[in-house]
Structure formats: C-alpha cells, structure tokens
C-alpha cells in the first residue's frame, strides 16, 4: 500500500512538471472566444437585439497565455466603435484587424473565424401615434353596446424609441379597458403603458389616458302580426290557419316608447317568391331603423296553387 502511494505521488509530482514545462513552451495555435463591446452614441440609437459579446479567433502564442485565454481569466473586452450604427447592421472583421492584433499582443492574431459581426442597431426617434382602446368580442355585455364613439383625452401621445419597434405599432398605441362584459357608462383614467414585448424600447410622455363612453341596453321583445298577402293571383294561396306570425327583434332602451308609433304587419309579396320550391318569406311593414336582428316565426310560407 505504501509503494502505492509513494507510486502515485511520484506519478502526480511527473505529470504536474510535464504540465508545466509545456505551458511554459511557446508556438501554441488555439481558437478561442475573444470578448468584445459595440460602442455607439446611446443618446441617439438603440439595440433592438441582443448585441454580440464575442467573436471567434484563432491565436498563437505562449501556453500560460493562451490559456488564460482561453478560460477568460482578466480578459478587458476589445472595444468596436460605431458612428452610425443604423446605416449598416454588420461589420467586416478584416476592419478591426490590425488594432486587434496590436490588443492582444503578445499572443499573435493567425486569423478571424467570422468574416463578420452582426449587429441591430436602430436610430432613436419620437413619434405621435393614436391611442385606441383595446376592444374584443367579450367588451359588452350580452345586448349591450356602444353609443356614439369613445372619448379619449388625450387622443395621441408622443412616444419614442427605436424606429423599427415604434413601426411594429403601426402608428396606434392599444389600451386595454381592464374590463369584460360591460354593461354600464364607461368613465376611468387609465395608464399609458408600452406592450410588453416593447417595454425596454419605448418611452411615453403622458403617463395616463382618459376615456368615457356611453353604453346602452338592447332590449329583446316579440309581436304577434297579421299577415297580409300582396300581388297573389286569385289561385294562389297560403295555409288558411296560418293568419299571425310571431316577429322577435332587440330594440335601443332608449327607444321603446317608440313603438306605439307604429302598426306592424307581416307582408308576403308574391313577386318575392321563390320560383324553385315555392316559398314565400315574411318580412314586416314599416321596419323602423331602431329594430335589429328582427326574426320570424315561421320565416318561410309555402305557397298553395289551385
């Protein structure tokens, strides 16, 4: 056991020497990943992408060096200064060359692994676009909807950052209304926030919105009327216990009262039949412009010959 010991100390003692005379040599050639930082004006463009923090080179030089190198002990990144960044997202690496040889010396430059670096770098703008609140199917209530338009103070809002995340806005700025299913007048400051995929690029000027609107009920109500036959030729008929149809409609609240204005009646005009099957449908007189989404029951009449 002991000769093991001392068999193995013996072999760590050659192994650590052997390690450190080659380190020692010089002539070694490695790729490695050498740090870097983009400079540009920060008061005037924005990175829309994740800028890139290394490049790939091919060195030679002393092992101690290349080493430390290689597993990025102290390493101060080489600096890359643009002076317009948004004309050109890219930069050929036989530009910075020389100076990167000259950084890193001792340790020798043998060659650039990419012909390129990549950037996306885009010039700060302020930009007046709408604001426009966020509506979906589910905004009203069942029945329930809009009257008029909504009123927004302020209307637009000036809003800055990189041009091609302020074209993805598409000139409007969507607000949610923090609500579902309303069925009341509508009447709340909001805040004015970028999206948040565009939050660490944009800037807004007005913290909050204003928006009021009005909201109005559509109530569901039915008629039982008379049908009236016009145009039939004499041998032309309907089913003689067919004398009502039922009429269902949705109605503005506002208006109900106005119903007792008007006498309805269920029409069949012969010259509206349907030549194919001979059927006839219902439609009613007069159709005041505040009904919607008018039904019959029965829709469709079939026609009696003699």
Same mark, same amino acid.
């Given at each position: ?186 009447? =709340?400051?909001?805040? !004015? /926030? ?5 939050? &660490?690029? $944009?800037? @807004?000027?007005? *913290? ?78 007069? =159709?005041?412009?505040? !009904? /919607? ?5 029965? &829709?469709? $009449?079939? @026609?009696?010959? *003699?």
């Amino acid at each position: 056991m002991a000769n093991l010991k001392v068999a193995a100390l013996c072999f760590l003692a050659a192994a650590t020497f052997w390690v450190l005379n080659a380190l020692n040599k010089d002539n070694y050639t490695t790729v490695v990943d050498y740090p870097i930082e983009i400079i540009f004006d920060r008061e005037e463009y924005m990175a829309v992408e994740k800028l890139p923090s290394r490049i790939k080179i091919e060195i030679n030089g002393n092992g101690w060096d290349l080493l430390r190198k290689y597993f990025k002990f102290n390493e101060t990144p080489f600096l890359i200064e643009i002076s317009n960044p948004s004309t050109k997202n890219y930069i050929l690496t036989s530009e910075i060359r020389r100076s990167l040889a000259e950084s890193i010396s001792p340790t020798g430059l043998v060659s650039m692994v990419s012909d390129t670096i990549k950037f996306q770098v885009d010039k700060i703008v302020t930009r007046k676009i709408k604001i426009l609140p966020d509506t979906t199917a589910n905004t009203f209530a069942k029945n329930h909807r809009l009257v008029g338009n909504m009123e927004l103070d302020p209307e637009t809002v000036n809003i800055k950052g990189p041009v091609s995340v302020l074209q993805q806005l598409d000139g409007s700025l969507k607000i949610p209304l923090g609500e579902e299913k309303i069925n009341k007048n509508f009447n =709340k400051i909001l805040p !004015l /926030e970028a999206p948040n995929a565009f939050k &660490e690029y $944009l800037t @807004l000027e007005e *913290e909050s919105v204003h928006i009021h609107f009005t909201v109005t009920q559509m109530l569901e109500g039915n008629k039982r009327l008379k049908i009236k036959t016009v145009n039939f030729p004499k041998n032309v008929s309907i089913n003689e216990d067919m004398t009502t149809v039922m009429m269902s409609y949705l109605i503005d609240e506002r208006q109900v009262n106005e119903l007792g204005n008007y006498e309805f009646e269920a029409i069949l005009n012969y010259n509206n039949r349907n030549r194919e099957d001979s059927t006839i449908a219902v439609q009613v007189s007069p =159709k005041p412009p505040f !009904l /919607e989404k008018i039904k019959f029951e029965p &829709e469709i $009449l079939k @026609l009696k010959y *003699e």
